[in-house]
């Protein structure tokens, strides 16, 4: 059974950072593009960012560039997100996603909610 548990959310001043980390079970990171959407209340889902671990790619959406990172450390099956300067705008809860590509995706966490304070 595939599971993802995603954490590291929680309350922060703008410009502040946080950590979140999606660690997987019951599959290989390897095996599929993981990543992280959010949703904000009143507005569609939108993909943050995702690494595709066997080939090393990368995506980041136009609004978090240069601002979060995304990392993978396969000996613990865990992705993380380092998010930095965040913003007002970055308050959503943030789900961890495998298969990121597929619409929708197969597999999802429970979702971290990230609240940046003006």
């Known amino acids: 059974e595939v599971q993802l548990v995603d954490s590291g959310g929680g309350l922060v001043q703008a410009g502040g950072s946080l950590r979140l980390s999606c660690t997987a079970s019951g599959l290989s990171l390897d095996d599929y593009a993981i990543g992280w959407f959010r949703q904000a209340p009143g507005k569609e889902r939108e993909g943050v960012s995702c690494?595709?671990?066997?080939?090393?790619?990368?995506y980041y959406a136009d609004s978090v560039k240069g601002r979060f990172t995304i990392s993978a450390d396969n000996a613990k099956n865990t992705v993380y997100l380092q998010m930095t300067n965040l913003k007002p705008e970055d308050t959503a809860v943030y789900y961890c996603?495998?298969?990121?590509?597929?619409?929708?995706?197969?597999?999802w966490g429970q979702g971290t909610q990230v609240t940046v304070s003006s």
């Open positions: 690494i595709q671990t066997l080939d090393g790619r990368i």
């Open positions: 996603a495998a298969d990121w590509y597929t619409d929708p995706p197969d597999y």
